[in-house]
Structure formats: C-alpha cells, structure tokens
C-alpha cells in the first residue's frame, strides 16, 4: 500500500515539474516539506499557497489532506540565494565564533595570571 508522503511526492511531481523536493515526517502522522519549481515564479506567496492547495485537493483524498502541514515554496532562483547565501554565512559565522573562543581563553588566562601575580606580591584583590 502507497503511504501518504508517497501519493504527495507524486502529485508534486506530475503537477510543477519541481527542481527539488524534500518531505519530511511532521509528527503525529502529519507531512510536511518544500519544494522548489519555476512554476512558483512571479507568484507571491498567497497564490503558491493555493496552487499548493488546489493540487492536494486534486490528487488526495479528505483523509490524506488532514495530514498535510506546512509546505514551503522556492523558485530556483530563490533557493539559491537564500540556501547558498546561508551556507556561506554559515561557514564564515563557524570561523568568526572560533576566533572569539580563543580570545575568551586568552582573557581568562589574563585573569588568572593576574591574581597570581597579586597573591605572589603579597596583595589582596578580588576579582569580579
């Protein structure tokens, strides 16, 4: 017997043609997912939606659309600049956040060199 993300996924596929395709298991039975097509260009996203829509009340039953969740829409031009922009800010974020953690060690090194060089002068210091 054919699952629901399987009769979804084919339905996607007959009606946009789509570049890309991902669903995923919502939770609790429910489906969800994006999917990326040219078909969605110059539409804003209340009529994605009901393109969307429409074509799950074409190809799926009552049962099958209590299921559905949420289902986000790309133009292939869209993916690439959200998605590829993201990695890239994902990557430079990754050895931002590299640098900051030596320079956290670096501080608390200072500090505890600090109050040793207090305690070996014989002076008493609190430190926050």
């Known amino acids: 017997m054919e699952t629901v993300m399987k009769r979804i996924q084919k339905a996607l596929q007959k009606e946009f043609s789509p570049k890309g395709i991902l669903l995923d298991d919502a939770g609790e039975g429910f489906v969800g997912g994006w999917i990326i097509s040219k078909s969605f260009e110059g539409l804003?996203?209340?009529?994605?939606?009901?393109?969307?829509?429409?074509?799950?009340?074409?190809?799926?039953?009552?049962k099958d659309r209590t299921r559905l969740a949420v289902f986000l829409t790309f133009t292939p031009l869209e993916k690439k600049a959200i998605f590829d922009d993201f990695d890239t800010f994902k990557a430079s974020s990754k050895k931002k956040s590299s640098s900051t953690?030596?320079?956290?060690?670096?501080?608390?090194?200072?500090?505890?060199g600090q109050k040793r060089r207090l305690a070996h002068n014989d002076r008493v210091a609190k430190m926050p």
Do not use: W
């Open 101 to 112: 953690r030596t320079t956290t060690v670096g501080r608390k090194n200072s500090r505890v």
């Open 44 to 62: 804003d996203g209340m009529q994605r939606q009901k393109k969307i829509r429409n074509l799950f009340d074409k190809y799926l039953d009552e």
